[in-house]
């Protein structure tokens, strides 16, 4: 019959049972959570189709169709050029949400240690949908800036809290997959809303846009419904001291009874890593919370300093590489080209592989590891980048009109997507979630997550202004690649010195590594010894209140 109970956590010394054996409900929990990218990735990709509509064009600028003005010639391919959002209103509609996921992920940073990582993004959810809302009912562009601005904020707070929580709670082995996911989510995304979007750009009203913007009211509806159902992290529930709802949550995640032994050692060890964590630095003011993330020096591969800016500079570094150029703007610049028939073809196909390039980092992150697809993923886009830019300045001038060179050019933009989709694309976000301590997970996450929409933000900006054939640009067109293609040089560099392999550790073990290793050296480091032991949890008998019963319960083996 159901009752009270005590349990006595002591912790174990053998490195391999520091983590209780997945069931199912484990990879059904994480493989849910990923569904937060659908939000990343479906505004990544409606934008840049919407900024190109005929009607989105005509209701935004007041300019009547060209095809309406009885215009010849010279004076109809010049009025036909112009006939597009002017530089500012793109950069503006385009980079103002990333302006409010900026904070947003900030802010989603201190709440998701107050109120939980669940809650955070569930709060994310409703905020997201005002800005949904305001969005479809515009006409103009006040309202469009405001809604976007809103629904950045919500953005902000799922992006960084869904990768918070599932690094959290996936298991070790499967962890890089499962965070993966996230990455493969975003894909689907952005491809879901090409093919709205092409779907509905010939349509002469407001649903050509209004159609594109109102579907993202079902991903919020999906994820909040969801994640109220679901539990909360248990590493949170430690952070607070509620150990009774830690065992509760862990119990759920992993699939086995509170008491299970495997559910005790996986607990001690996440409580032995926060007090000896709280023992290095520990808990002060709120301020002092913050300033903890630049605790240490930025040389020494443990401190929270370093941990912060590798996470800062990941993100930055993957936005640098170009990616986004191509889902935001890829529409306006194959049209550009000149030689393309349907740009909204070839986005959707550029759409198309980069989801089916992502699963195969699935396997590849955790059979090669984190750091070797970082570094190999910057050498290839690096190589394919500048060869798209060599073949853009020779012999696929738009004024040649070589229909080879182009296909040639939109061949080797594929190939730098489906190298991103399966390296920079997943990775990053796999290491910032694995390379903070407890103490300052949800703000680390948080201040890298910002990095990567505030790189973002600027590349909304000015993305227009280096590629659009009008007054007061610099009109690169492909030569664009050359910089791409240079900074993701810089990315290579970045990956090849400073960023540590993290495949198959516990969080509580990257914590160790370290300290133990370098960058270039921690792919070698094995695990040697547990945090429960080395803080001597077995002498201290930590006993957590739980709900058990009077039957004896057998830990479960199941796994995938």
């Known amino acids: 019959m159901p009752g009270g109970g ?9 490195v391999n049972r520091v983590e209780a054996p997945v069931t199912v409900r484990a990879y059904l929990i994480v493989a849910f959570a990923a569904f937060g990218g659908i939000f990343f990735g479906y505004d990544t990709g409606w934008m840049g189709g919407v900024l190109a509509m005929p009607y989105f064009i005509r209701q935004y600028t007041g300019l009547d169709y060209p095809e309406t ?8 391919t010049a009025y036909t050029k112009a006939f597009v959002i002017p530089q500012w209103q793109q950069s503006l509609v ?5 302006a409010g996921t900026f904070f947003g992920a900030i802010i989603a940073g201190d709440l998701a240690d107050f109120i939980g990582r669940r809650l955070t993004i569930i709060l994310g959810c409703l905020i997201f949908t005002i800005g949904c809302i305001l969005q479809t009912a515009s006409t103009g562009l006040n309202v469009m800036v405001g809604g976007r601005l809103i629904a950045g904020f919500g953005v902000g707070f799922i992006s960084s809290i869904v990768i918070l929580y599932m690094s959290e709670i996936a298991p070790r082995k499967v962890r890089g997959a499962v965070v993966a996911g996230y990455q493969f989510c975003i894909t689907i995304g952005i491809l879901l809303a090409n093919c709205v979007v092409y779907a509905t750009q010939k349509r002469d009203d407001t649903g050509s846009y209004r159609i594109p913007i109102a579907v993202q009211f079902l991903w919020a509806i999906i994820l909040g419904t969801g994640l109220a159902l679901l539990p909360d992290s248990p590493r949170f529930f430690v952070r607070k001291g509620k150990l009774d709802k830690a065992a509760a949550a862990l119990a759920r995640v992993r699939g086995q009874p509170v008491d299970s032994d495997y559910i005790q050692d996986e607990l001690a060890e996440i409580i032995a890593n926060h007090e000896y964590e709280m023992s290095i630095l520990p808990a002060t003011t709120y301020l002092g919370s913050w300033a903890a993330c630049f605790k240490g020096k930025i040389s020494s591969p443990s401190s929270n300093a370093r941990r912060t800016t590798l996470g800062i500079v990941m993100q930055m570094m993957q936005q640098l590489t170009g990616i986004n150029f191509i889902f935001y703007f890829g529409t306006v610049f194959f ?13 959707l196909v550029t759409t198309l592989v980069n989801v089916l390039s992502t699963p195969f980092s699935f396997v590849m992150v955790e059979k090669l590891g984190r750091r070797n697809l970082l570094v190999y993923g910057a050498a290839l886009m690096v190589t394919f980048q500048f060869i798209t830019a060599i073949i853009g300045a020779t012999a696929g001038k738009p004024e040649l009109d070589n229909q080879n060179a182009t296909k040639a050019m939109i061949a080797f933009i594929c190939l730098n997507i489906a190298s991103f989709a399966t390296t920079w694309g997943p ?7 694995e390379i903070f301590p407890l103490t300052i997970r949800s703000r680390g996450v948080g201040l890298a997550t910002a990095s990567n929409w505030f790189w973002n933000c600027i590349i909304g900006v000015i ?9 007061h640009s610099a009109k690169l067109g492909s030569h664009v690649f050359f910089m791409w293609g240079g900074l993701c040089c810089i990315s290579f560099l970045f990956a090849y010195f400073f960023v540590p392999e993290t495949k198959g550790l516990t969080l509580e073990q990257v914590d160790k590594m370290l300290e133990e290793s370098t960058p270039r050296t921690s792919s070698k480091w094995k695990p040697h010894s547990t945090f429960a032991a080395e803080m001597h949890l077995a002498e201290k008998h930590i ?3 739980v709900a058990t019963t009077t039957e004896v319960h057998e830990p479960k083996h199941e796994t995938v």
């Open 6 to 14: 005590v349990v006595a956590v002591t912790g174990t010394t053998d």
């Open 69 to 76: 003005t009885g215009l010849k010639g010279d004076a109809l």
């Open 94 to 98: 385009t980079s103002i949400l990333s």
């Open 335 to 347: 049209k550009q080209l000149g030689t393309i028939s349907d740009p909204f073809l070839i986005s």
């Open 427 to 433: 990775c990053a976000w796999i290491v910032i979630g």
């Open 463 to 471: 993305t227009p202004y280096l590629v659009a054939d009008q007054p």
């Open 543 to 545: 006993e957590v209140p």
